[in-house]
């Protein structure tokens, strides 16, 4: 090692200038810069200054509508500006992103700070390769965490180096390395501040000078002492008492990051931020260190923006002749107001600057809240890329870009033993993609992430009117996103394009915003109680989250059910764990890259596709979660129900099986009866929770309106389900059409008259013609069992018989829903009454509302969606009691 130490500095050509006395090379060259931050901004201004072209600035997205500061300083000169969310998929090359890179003609890439994988068409592509900047003295310590390692392992010398990229990321041969001594006490940000920051620009620009002179030296790095450290996560982050006190200050230091070095005392975790009666907060770690400040070394540009914040701070506290370093903002007479108008007039010179009012009370004196800025412009705190492999498909006149892996503690991720499944379009038999498979170990770790965001992460402590910025900010990108979403629902689950554009997406969208309006809306109350004489009692009750919630949702209304469920859910403050049904997996996917997208924090959403008996039995069984609401069948929910109970008695909604009855009296609109008692049936090709399971009309017109349901049946269009003018689409999946086939047997052998259909449609895919019953009696199959499906089930009735045909109707498990067609508002509301349902629509059907709400009696369950009720599914009530 210390051999290969000496060939580099012996190559090396110190030709590194000071301020007073630049050295500028003869050569020039054309620059392609791959990175973000304001260390890539540094880089980008001090490369122009020396003479060089830069041809074009790659940088990461603008986020919450602000540019990254590289891109800022880029736009402003002119200078094209690129930000590609990613320069590949699935480990290959983007073309289109390729060939916008290639046209600019660059003859060197300088990656200064980048975050994104840069593929090695990219990195090869100009006459002089790529160079990049690491934070370690390579190869000592690799990865994305190096400089943390540095710390960790005790090391006497950190330091930087330049190297020239290949495709093992950091194994390429070195071009230039600068080091500096490791005091006791230093961390991350002392040494960044110190040396990596100010000393690593002026590297770079060395590294470039060296390149354009035809002397960078290219030093192949030895295997030989090279370590290769994962990223910092919580599991790997705990502190291990049973070692030297050294070994625990260098641990302690090394984890400056979230999660940080943790521990358990008691089983309580460790205090992480501790508040003073001034209103400042501090991390618990530096409680004893609270009166120290550390010096922080400014670039010329970041000493600027020190004055102008101090103008800024000079305004408000008119009281204060001068502002020093120790000034506290509160101290000196600021208030809340004043940190509103202190974060938006440093907004207004910098824009790329993202505050909140809580950074202003984590760092209250004036030179940590310039600390505070310079490390937000420095891009310390930026957030790990989230890579999405996609599944991508042409269809319905646009690319639709589909995710296929679990989704875990804000990560896309390969199931835990790499096994995948097939999810089909159901229009052809087409597979669609490869999703992955969760196991029992893909459960536990998401169930672990949802419950440390919600004990310990920012979701916890936000709050309610932030959480329901984010949940409005999620709806408004899933109708920025509806089309897509439609289209991955038709292909997916064989819904009419139309209606999924409106029900199955615009209900959903709708959802989500009504939840997020409740979100600081959640109250308890003040109850009068006997004091206890002669003292006085005050008591209250309390709304609060219950923790992790399960999800479990069918096939049927994909992402509609996610919507119910999920956003009372959230909109409650709780955490959660989907797993959507394991043949309509993908809008839920979806789903999870629109929440990433929207800010939602790690751990808060996460989706497991994969099959119930798998996921879904460790989701009811698992001791961590604390409510499950689950949308299937009355077998699974009885399961359900049963699992829960016996492992930690965790609450319970289930919305289960229906054999809604629809009673149609000869006084009614007949037209009108026609068209809604179809769409009663057969609205969503019958795959409907609260569909019509069986038609009761009166004797009287009992014939004419089977004549005009056959008529209107042979006018409906069968057909592919993106095509506009079709009217049913095919069945979900084969297996359930298949059983739909069954189903239409079994009442053709018990004297049920098939008036018309009971057929699979002779095309491809799952199509099944609307069919018709008449004759049906009460201990006939189809006349007690659901069919999830298009088959009418019609049975006559007595004219007069009121009495005759409720208690036909009530003659079952199943009160989802009912309805009744009469023009006779006394009829309607005495059967209304009678009628055993959790909903009873009359004169009309289907019409639910995301302000009403929506569950079943007897077996097809209890417990709420929808509406303010559905919200009490996700919180419990505590009562306080006050002596006073």
């Known amino acids: 090692m210390e051999e290969w130490r000496s060939l580099i500095q012996e190559q090396r050509l110190t030709l590194l200038r000071d301020e007073e006395s630049p050295v500028y090379c003869q050569r020039k060259l054309k620059l392609a810069l791959i990175g973000q931050s304001l260390f890539g901004q540094e880089v980008y201004s001090h490369l122009r200054k020396e003479g060089h072209k830069v041809v074009g600035v790659f940088t990461v997205p603008d986020k919450n509508g602000q540019a990254d500061p590289l891109a800022l300083s880029a736009e402003k000169d002119g200078t ?29 890439n300088v990656l200064p700070f980048c975050t994104q994988f840069i593929p090695m068409d990219v990195i090869d592509y100009p006459k002089h390769g790529s160079i990049i900047y690491h934070p370690s003295i390579l190869p000592r310590h690799r990865g994305a965490s190096a400089i943390n390692w540095t710390l960790i392992q005790g090391d006497k010398k950190a330091g930087f180096t330049v190297f020239w990229a290949d495709d093992g990321l950091d194994t390429g041969p070195i071009l230039l390395q600068q080091e500096c001594d490791v005091e006791p006490n230093d961390t991350v940000d002392d040494l960044y501040n110190r040396f990596l920051f100010p000393e690593g620009v002026k590297a ?5 000078q060296l390149i354009a002179d035809g002397k960078a030296p ?17 599991e790997n982050a705990q502190i291990s008492w049973d070692q030297p006190a050294a070994a625990l200050h260098n641990w302690i230091r090394g984890h400056d990051k979230v999660p940080g070095a943790w521990t358990m005392i008691d089983d309580q975790l460790l205090v992480r931020n501790l508040q003073f009666e001034d209103g400042k907060m501090i991390p618990a770690s530096k409680y004893f260190a609270a009166g120290e400040t550390s010096a922080i070394e400014l670039t010329e540009e970041e000493k600027k923006m020190a004055e102008d914040i101090k103008s800024i701070w000079v305004g408000i506290l008119t009281n ?6 120790s000034t506290d903002f509160f101290k000196s007479g600021a208030s809340s107001m004043h940190v509103v108008r202190m974060i938006e007039e440093i907004k207004q010179k910098y824009s790329g600057l993202q505050l909140q009012n809580e950074d202003v009370y984590m760092a209250t004196k004036f030179t940590d809240f310039i600390q505070m800025l310079v490390r937000r412009l420095r891009g310390e705190d930026k957030e790990e890329e989230l890579i999405i492999d996609y599944v991508s498909k042409t269809v319905n006149n646009m690319t639709v870009k589909m995710p296929y892996q679990c989704f875990i503690n804000g990560q896309f991720m390969d199931a835990e033993d790499g096994k995948t499944y097939a999810t089909i379009n159901p229009t052809d038999g087409s597979i669609i993609a490869k999703v992955s498979y969760a196991s029992v170990e893909d459960v536990d770790k998401a169930v672990a992430a949802a419950k440390d965001a919600f004990e310990n992460g920012e979701w916890g402590k936000m709050n309610a009117r932030e959480r329901g910025r984010l949940i409005y900010r999620l709806a408004d990108l899933m109708e920025k996103h509806q089309e897509e979403l439609a289209t991955i629902e038709t292909i997916d689950s064989g819904a009419v394009y139309t209606l999924a554009l409106k029900t199955h997406v615009g209900m959903s969208v709708q959802t989500f915003r009504y939840f997020a309006g409740w979100c600081d809306k959640i109250q308890g109350s003040t109850i009068p109680i006997n004091h206890a004489r002669p003292n006085h009692n005050l008591t209250f009750t309390k709304k609060e989250p219950i923790g992790v919630c399960a999800i479990v949702i069918p096939w049927n209304y ?25 043949v309509t997996p993908l809008t839920a996917l979806k789903f999870a890259e629109l929440s990433a997208e929207a800010g939602f924090p790690k ?6 596709p994969g099959s119930g008996g798998l996921v879904g039995q460790r989701l009811s069984e698992h001791p961590h979660i604390r409510k499950l609401g689950f949308t299937g069948s009355t077998p699974i929910g009885k399961q359900i129900m049963k699992s829960c109970a016996v492992s930690n008695l965790k609450k319970v909604s289930l919305e289960l099986g229906g054999k809604s009855p629809l009673i149609i009296f000869n006084d009614c609109d007949l037209d009108r009866a026609v068209k809604m008692g179809m769409g009663a049936v057969y609205f969503n090709k019958g795959e409907n929770c609260i569909a019509a399971g069986r038609l009761f009309v009166e004797e009287s017109i009992h014939d004419e309106f089977v004549k005009r349901v056959v008529d209107e049946i042979q006018k409906m269009k069968i057909g592919d389900p993106l095509d506009r003018s079709t009217d049913h689409g095919p069945q979900n999946h084969k297996a359930h059409l298949e059983k739909l086939l069954e189903y239409c047997e079994t009442g053709v052998k018990e004297g049920a008259t098939l008036v018309y259909g009971g057929r699979q449609v002779c095309r491809p895919g799952f199509f099944m013609e609307p069919t018709v019953f008449t004759d049906v009696e009460d201990h006939m199959y189809i006349a007690q069992e659901e069919s999830f499906g298009p088959v009418m089930v019609i049975s006559k009735f007595k004219d007069g018989d009121v009495e005759g045909v409720l208690q036909q109707a009530n003659n079952t498990e199943y009160a989802l829903a009912s309805g009744v067609f009469t023009r006779d508002i006394n009829k309607a509301l005495y059967v209304s009454e009678k ?7 009359i004169n009309t059907y ?39």
């Open 80 to 108: 094209p500006v690129f930000k590609f969310p990613r320069w590949r998929v699935k480990g290959k090359p983007i073309q289109e992103v390729v060939e916008a890179y290639r046209s600019l003609g660059a003859e060197l």
């Open 320 to 325: 204060i002749p001068v502002i020093e370093d």
């Open 204 to 208: 770079m620009v060395e590294a470039v």
């Open 218 to 234: 290219q030093v192949p790095q030895p295997e030989e002492g090279a370590t290769y450290e994962g990223i910092q996560k919580k």
């Open 835 to 841: 009628l055993e349902a959790g909903t009873v629509f």
């Open 603 to 608: 751990g808060v959403i996460n989706i497991l």
């Open 558 to 582: 994909p992402l509609m059910m996610l919507a119910w469920k999920s956003a009372a859910c959230l909109a409650a403050g709780n955490t959660l764990v989907l797993k959507p049904a394991q």
């Open 846 to 884: 289907n019409k639910t509302d995301v302000a009403a709400p929506f569950g079943g009696f007897k077996q097809s369950g209890f417990g709420k969606d929808l509406g303010e009720e559905a919200l009490h599914e996700y919180l419990r009530t505590k009562a306080v009691t006050v002596e006073y």
